[in-house]
């Protein structure tokens, strides 16, 4: 196995465990507080903070920064230099301002407003959420060149401090000033943003002319936007690498699909009004407390292994075409891990069908286990298993799929996100309620793997790597979990 092979899967090893071990840490104290908030704030307010401006805060980030952030990460093509990478991440901050522009005027003037005489200062509050997400893509060309240069620590690191002062405030201005309702959840996204930025560029600041950093940095301006020298102002080349600007716009088509997948029932809730205030706060908090476990595991192995894949594959490139030691490694990765979260998922299932009720009870009380929020939690614990396959599945797709293949499979997630919507849609509004939502998530989830095993295996094909064979688990498991 190459040197810098072994590097990059030592790395994200270490990635992944400091992930799992640090955000379940942090994630178990944002629990113990998210059950303290439950039973002091109104169901209403609770869905116009998880849902409507969560919304409005997730989505401005993801628009602006994810294209940038997987062309950035992937493996560096020729005549694409370090200077290249930090110009182009810079572009994320006018992007943030026009995206969330845009969502703000959405969100206050076209979409219907919580009663003011139950959650007032709602549009001071749109215009609160809109400063964090501009602000924290601040620190986002200090961010890609962390994980580039896998300094994987750092982000987690940072990001679980900002996140156990986003929760110890708002903890504590909501049991000291129940009166100050949306302004205690801004109060605390806004010092999210400050301490999530500040520790970025305090860590930084901690490497320049430090000759034991793998980051070639000697000054601010190593880090700041410049164009290369003695070349024309206007001309793309002198700031980034055109072939690199091509990648990014494939994956900002991708990425506008893909936060519709990420986030369809939150869409269906805010624009067709398909449940009330109330009820999207009951289910978005049910929600949450089922993707614990994709929080706390599948999330931080997806993030760790896809830059693993991203540096160790080229992209675009043939199985048979590039190291058989690289492609050998990627393959026994992949397999361990799709095996890995298969396990997780199945028992997930089989405890969570049983315990749901328990759960929500000591969670939330009566305020959850009214009905149907054991049947949404049960039902959930399903999804939690397709969603986990689906991660890793599309994490290596992802990661190695050319750009003709992000361009072909962008209309397919227009189709996976059409069909999700009116699923979603038609489900909610007739029979099932917010069940519908886990379904219709779950039926467009499964498609997605098909494809993405698909891909996998013909990826493989010229080789005498199988991943997905590796992956099933044995009958023996099967037969214990049933029992």
Same mark, same amino acid.
């Given at each position: 196995?190459?040197?810098?092979?072994?590097?990059?899967?030592?790395?994200?090893?270490?990635?992944?465990?400091?992930?799992?071990?640090?955000?379940?840490?942090?994630?178990?104290?944002?629990?113990?507080?998210?059950?303290? +908030?439950?039973?002091?704030?109104?169901?209403?307010?609770?869905?116009? $903070?998880?849902?409507?401006?969560?919304?409005?805060?997730?989505?401005?980030?993801?628009?602006?920064?994810?294209?940038?952030?997987?062309?950035?990460?992937?493996?560096?093509?020729?005549?694409?230099?370090?200077?290249?990478?930090?110009?182009?991440?810079?572009?994320?901050?006018?992007?943030?301002?026009?995206?969330?522009?845009? &969502?703000?005027?959405?969100?206050?003037? &076209?979409?219907?407003?919580?009663?003011?005489?139950?959650?007032?200062?709602?549009?001071?509050?749109?215009?609160?959420?809109?400063?964090?997400?501009?602000? =924290?893509?601040?620190?986002?060309?200090?961010?890609?060149?962390?994980?580039? *240069?896998?300094?994987?620590?750092?982000?987690?690191?940072?990001?679980?401090?900002?996140?156990?002062?986003?929760?110890?405030?708002?903890?504590?201005?909501?049991?000291?000033?129940? =009166?100050?309702?949306? #302004?205690?959840?801004?109060?605390?996204?806004?010092?999210?943003?400050?301490?999530? $930025?500040?520790?970025?560029?305090?860590?930084?600041?901690?490497?320049?002319?430090?000759?034991?950093?793998?980051?070639?940095?000697?000054?601010?301006?190593?880090?700041?936007?410049?164009?290369?020298?003695?070349?024309?102002?206007?001309?793309?080349?002198?700031?980034? !690498?055109?072939?690199?600007?091509?990648?990014?716009?494939?994956?900002?088509?991708?990425?506008? #699909?893909?936060?519709?997948?990420? =986030?369809?029932?939150?869409?269906?809730?805010? #624009?067709?009004?398909?449940?009330?205030?109330?009820?999207?706060?009951?289910?978005?908090?049910?929600?949450?407390?089922?993707?614990? $476990?994709?929080?706390?595991?599948?999330?931080?192995?997806?993030?760790? *292994?896809?830059?693993?894949?991203?540096?160790?594959?080229?992209?675009?490139?043939?199985?048979?075409?590039?190291?058989?030691?690289?492609?050998?490694?990627?393959?026994?990765?992949?397999?361990?891990?799709?095996?890995? $979260?298969?396990?997780? /998922?199945? +028992? +997930?299932?089989?405890?969570?069908? !049983?315990?749901? *009720?328990?759960?929500?009870?000591?969670?939330?009380?009566?305020?959850?286990?009214?009905?149907?929020?054991?049947?949404?939690?049960?039902?959930?614990? #399903?999804?939690?298993?397709?969603?986990?396959?689906?991660?890793?599945?599309?994490?290596?797709?992802?990661?190695?799929?050319?750009? =003709?293949?992000?361009?072909?499979?962008?209309?397919?997630?227009?189709?996976?996100?059409?069909?999700?919507?009116?699923? !979603?849609?038609?489900?909610?509004?007739?029979?099932? /309620?917010?069940? /519908?939502?886990?379904?219709?998530?779950?039926?467009?989830?499964?498609?997605?793997?098909?494809?993405?095993?698909? *891909?996998?295996?013909?990826?493989?094909?010229?080789?005498?790597?199988?991943? &997905?064979?590796?992956?099933?688990?044995?009958?023996?498991?099967?037969?214990?979990?049933?029992?």
């Amino acid at each position: 196995m190459a040197a810098n092979t072994r590097s990059a899967l030592q790395s994200a090893g270490r990635g992944a465990g400091y992930n799992i071990i640090l955000q379940l840490l942090f994630r178990v104290a944002t629990f113990l507080l998210n059950a303290f +908030i439950v039973r002091r704030i109104t169901k209403q307010l609770l869905g116009v $903070v998880n849902v409507r401006l969560t919304l409005l805060y997730t989505t401005g980030l993801f628009l602006s920064r994810e294209a940038l952030r997987r062309a950035c990460l992937s493996k560096t093509e020729e005549g694409c230099n370090l200077r290249h990478i930090v110009n182009l991440m810079w572009l994320t901050v006018p992007i943030g301002v026009v995206c969330t522009g845009v &969502l703000s005027l959405v969100w206050i003037t &076209l979409l219907e407003q919580p009663p003011p005489s139950d959650i007032p200062n709602y549009p001071q509050a749109v215009i609160a959420f809109a400063v964090c997400t501009v602000a =924290e893509l601040a620190a986002e060309p200090l961010y890609v060149l962390a994980q580039r *240069y896998f300094y994987i620590r750092v982000k987690v690191l940072v990001e679980g401090a900002a996140l156990a002062a986003r929760c110890i405030l708002t903890g504590t201005l909501v049991a000291l000033y129940p =009166e100050w309702g949306l #302004f205690s959840f801004c109060i605390s996204y806004l010092l999210y943003a400050a301490v999530f $930025v500040a520790l970025y560029y305090g860590f930084f600041a901690t490497l320049i002319n430090d000759e034991s950093s793998t980051i070639p940095i000697n000054s601010w301006s190593d880090i700041l936007p410049k164009p290369a020298s003695g070349q024309p102002l206007l001309q793309l080349s002198t700031w980034t !690498s055109p072939r690199l600007v091509y990648l990014a716009i494939s994956f900002f088509k991708q990425s506008f #699909f893909k936060q519709l997948l990420t =986030e369809g029932e939150r869409y269906v809730m805010t #624009f067709f009004r398909a449940l009330t205030f109330q009820e999207q706060g009951v289910f978005d908090t049910i929600a949450n407390l089922g993707s614990m $476990v994709a929080r706390f595991v599948f999330m931080p192995v997806e993030e760790s *292994y896809s830059v693993f894949f991203t540096t160790t594959l080229q992209r675009g490139l043939p199985a048979d075409q590039q190291s058989k030691s690289d492609v050998k490694t990627a393959s026994s990765t992949l397999g361990v891990l799709l095996k890995f $979260v298969f396990l997780v /998922g199945l +028992i +997930i299932v089989v405890f969570g069908w !049983s315990y749901s *009720y328990l759960l929500l009870m000591i969670y939330g009380g009566d305020k959850l286990t009214a009905s149907p929020g054991p049947a949404i939690l049960r039902t959930y614990c #399903f999804y939690v298993l397709v969603l986990a396959i689906n991660g890793m599945t599309e994490c290596f797709y992802f990661a190695t799929m050319s750009k =003709e293949e992000i361009d072909r499979y962008n209309w397919k997630m227009l189709l996976f996100s059409l069909v999700l919507l009116g699923l !979603s849609w038609l489900l909610t509004t007739t029979f099932l /309620g917010s069940l /519908g939502f886990i379904i219709a998530n779950g039926v467009q989830m499964c498609a997605r793997i098909g494809y993405s095993a698909s *891909y996998i295996r013909r990826y493989f094909a010229s080789t005498a790597e199988d991943p &997905l064979r590796q992956a099933l688990p044995s009958m023996a498991t099967f037969f214990s979990l049933a029992l």
